[in-house]
Each structure stands twice: as C-alpha cells, then as structure tokens.
C-alpha cells in the first residue's frame, strides 16, 4: 500500500511474507497431493452449482485455517530462533 506520491505506508516484514508463503504452498501440496476434493474442490463444486451461502462459507474456512497455519508457524518459529 502506498501513498500516492509512491511512499510506502508500510514496509513489509520478510519472516512473515515467507511463512505466509509457507503456509500457502503446504496448503496446495496437501490439497493437490491427495487427489481427492478438499475445501477447494468443494468450493469450485458450489461456485459452479451458485450456492453463495457455500462459497461464503468455504471462504471464511480458508481463511480461518491459513490464519491458523500463519500463527502455528511464528510459533515453531520464534520457539527455533530462541534455541
């Protein structure tokens, strides 16, 4: 986010951008791994059938699991960095 002379409103943290990234990819690789349709296959089942109380749904649990696998990780992190 910038102002708009181009100034940063905020400088991003790189051990969270990267842990967040983590995070992402664990996601995907368990969901593409399994070969069977998680949350998102499920999500795309009900965007394509319009049940938008589905879709609102999915999204929040998606949500709501990467915030928790964002927060697993800072911990496990700042419990190695204090070691």
Do not use: H
């Amino acid at each position: 986010m910038s102002t708009s002379d181009g100034t940063l409103l905020w400088e991003p943290d790189p051990d969270n951008v990267a842990r967040s990234q983590l995070a992402q990819r664990v996601g995907e690789a368990v969901a593409d791994g399994t070969g069977r349709p998680g949350i998102g296959g499920f999500l795309w089942q009900q965007y394509n059938a319009l049940i938008y109380e589905q879709i609102i749904l999915c999204i929040i649990t998606i949500g709501l699991v990467g915030f928790v696998l964002d927060r697993l990780m800072s911990v496990v992190e700042r419990r190695f960095k204090s070691v």
